[in-house]
């Protein structure tokens, strides 16, 4: 008797049990980083929160519109990972990607330091929640912006076109990086020419790594080394 009761509960909770392992494995193969990468969005997320606490003073209605960003990306995101792939926000084929994003990150740092030594420039100033924003959620935010959704963009626009084609990929990397240094600096001279520079070099790495990630992490980098400077300064 018994026995049979515990063979009743077993079989009803085999269905349960199913659907369960359905709906975690349709989870976890929505993308092919889509917890690593929801992590990291989270752990930016809560590092803008906690360390610029003027966000709360602002007005609701932009959280409203990035709730709703927040909402549909997700939702692409759990329709086999199509917006993130788009954006090019996966791991890299190759793990040694990471490294070179890392060190070339640092390495174009320390020629733009030299740059604006040579020039006599100032790298201006800023508040630490402001620098601890450059290489948390910054890099992120920008990245998935012009080396994901205007990299991608300019290139399938680019490939609609038969003349251009070849040049795709120039293209891509020229205009995402015009418009990260239009973004940046309104001015015309070394300041311009810096940011589209450094433009150019996280849009490289992300085509040769084919990784927006590997972006994110070269521009964190470069703004860890650049804060660090400011921070001395």
Not at 91 to 103: E, F, I, N, R, T
Not at 145 to 171: E, H, M, N, Q, W
Not at 177 to 202: E, M, R
Not at 208 to 220: D, E, G, P, Y
């Amino acid at each position: 008797m018994v026995g049979s009761r515990v063979g009743q509960t077993h079989a009803r909770m085999q269905p349960m049990t199913s659907l369960l392992r359905r709906a975690f494995s349709r989870f976890l193969d929505s993308t092919p980083n889509y917890v690593e990468v929801t992590a990291v969005l989270a752990v930016a997320l809560i590092a803008r929160l906690l360390y610029l606490p003027e966000i709360w003073k602002a007005d609701p209605r932009p959280f409203v519109a990035v709730a709703l960003f927040v909402s549909v990306f997700l939702y692409a995101c759990v329709d086999r990972g199509r917006l993130f792939t788009y954006f090019g926000w996966a791991k890299p084929p190759q793990p040694v990607s990471w490294l070179y994003a890392l060190l070339s990150g640092v390495l174009a740092a320390i020629v733009v330091l030299s740059v604006v030594r040579i020039a006599h420039m100032s790298l201006g100033a800023a508040s630490r929640e402001r620098l601890l924003y450059g290489v948390t959620l910054g890099p992120i935010l920008e990245e998935v912006f012009f080396r994901g959704a205007a990299f991608s963009v300019i290139d399938v626009t680019a490939c609609s076109v038969k003349s251009l084609a070849r040049l795709r990929i120039p293209l891509a990397i020229i205009g995402s990086s015009l418009l990260f240094a239009l973004a940046h600096t309104k001015t015309v001279g070394i300041p311009l020419f810096l940011f589209f520079g450094t433009g150019s070099l996280y849009a490289m790495m992300r085509w040769r790594s084919n990784s927006t990630a590997t972006a994110a992490l070269m521009h964190a980098a470069y703004n860890a080394v650049i804060a660090l400077a400011m921070l001395r300064a």
